[in-house]
């Protein structure tokens, strides 16, 4: 344990420092993207490597990045998402199995700033409370995420990035999962 404590400060350290500083300020910025489910749905006796993911959605929300401190920025979000239904056959039989819509909203921590000067690359990670729905069924439960951006400022106040993200709720024994790559624009209102 002590040895696993020791590696995960020397990694913050070393990340810290790559970090970039930036003056204390808020943000607005907005996104839309692609988000995949991971490894749902599928039954174990008919499992193939294309049942790993399930059918695309969209995704898209807005983001309050907040320079809380000059390495670390916390950023409240909110984000929707909506995902495609998808036909199975069993016993000979084709179903349709109704796609989740997704609501989520928490908060991200970044290690930087998503919306600094030039070019620059940051992890972040983030919880919230997600609720899924579909007809006969809601989930509305913790949500934990973790993904790595990379940022690139045309301007002054304006920033681009791209993020990849992974994602994950919690619904008992056991999760759903949702992979997933998005682009946003961002822009600093202070200073």
């Known amino acids: 344990m002590k040895r696993i404590s020791a590696l995960a400060l ?12 930036a003056p204390i300020g808020v943000g607005i910025g907005v996104f839309g993207g692609l988000s995949v489910p991971i490894l749902q749905d599928v039954s174990t006796s008919s499992f193939s490597p ?3 993911f399930g059918e695309n959605g969209t995704q898209f929300g807005v983001r309050v990045p907040v320079h809380a401190i000059p390495v670390v920025t916390l950023e409240p979000y909110y984000s929707k998402a ?7 056959t069993i ?33 972040y990670l983030g919880i919230g409370k997600t609720k899924l729905t579909r007809t ?17 400022s045309p301007a002054q ?11 994950m709720v919690v619904t008992g024994d056991t999760s ?16």
Not at 11 to 21: D, E, F, V
Not at 94 to 112: M, P, W
Not at 157 to 167: G, L, P
């Open 157 to 167: 106040k304006i920033s681009v990035q791209i993020r990849s993200e992974f994602s």
């Open 82 to 88: 909506s995902y495609d239904d998808r036909d199975e």
């Open 136 to 152: 006969g069924e809601e989930i509305n439960k913790t949500g934990y995420n973790f993904g790595f951006g990379l940022g690139i």
């Open 50 to 52: 294309g049942d790993a």
């Open 10 to 21: 020397l990694a913050l350290t070393l990340a810290g420092g790559s970090a970039q500083a």
């Open 176 to 191: 759903r999962k949702y992979g997933g790559i998005n682009a946003g624009l961002s822009y600093r209102l202070l200073p």
């Open 91 to 123: 016993g000979g039989i084709t179903y349709t199995r109704e796609g989740f819509d997704a609501k989520s909203y928490g908060v991200n921590a970044i290690l930087g700033s998503p919306d600094g000067s030039g070019f620059h690359f940051f992890p």
